[in-house]
């Protein structure tokens, strides 16, 4: 039996937000389950590159015990995923053209697979499983 693909749109900057999005991003792909992440609007910014984590994230009632307890990044936890899984995630195309911004120069190394309008990944997403973050 084959597994439905997930899906996840990822809209929120709140650490919160995108520690959960690694976290169920990278479980899911280490599980031979495909992932695609669509990261959008606030969620875009803290994958600028050159980024502290400091810098990167902020708000939510977990943030500070995500800095100060070693939690691992949720960079790292994509990262982790992507290498060992069938996971693929994209940048928002247009989030990318409001900031004047390219995956390859102006997003976290090695990570987006390219720019993606929302109407393709939602098309996409129609083979499997949806959520958004």
Not at 16 to 25: F, G, R, S, T
Not at 85 to 114: I, N, R
Request: proline share 4%; glycine share 6%; with cysteine.
């Amino acid at each position: 039996m084959s597994v439905k693909p997930l899906y996840i749109m990822l809209c929120s900057g709140e650490h919160e937000k995108v520690q959960l999005a690694a976290m169920i991003a990278s479980v899911a792909a280490v599980s031979d389950r495909p992932v695609e992440v669509f990261v959008t609007m606030n969620a875009l910014l803290p994958f600028e590159r050159g980024l502290s984590a400091e810098q990167r994230y902020q708000g939510g009632h977990f943030h500070e015990l995500f800095m100060t307890k070693n939690v691992p990044d949720a960079i790292e936890l994509f990262s982790q995923g992507k290498m060992l899984g069938e996971m693929k995630m994209w940048a928002c195309s247009l989030v990318l053209d409001l900031k004047h911004w390219d995956c390859d120069t102006h997003l976290a190394e090695d990570l987006f697979d390219g720019p993606m309008g929302l109407a393709k990944f939602l098309a996409d997403a129609e083979s499997g499983e949806l959520i958004s973050i």
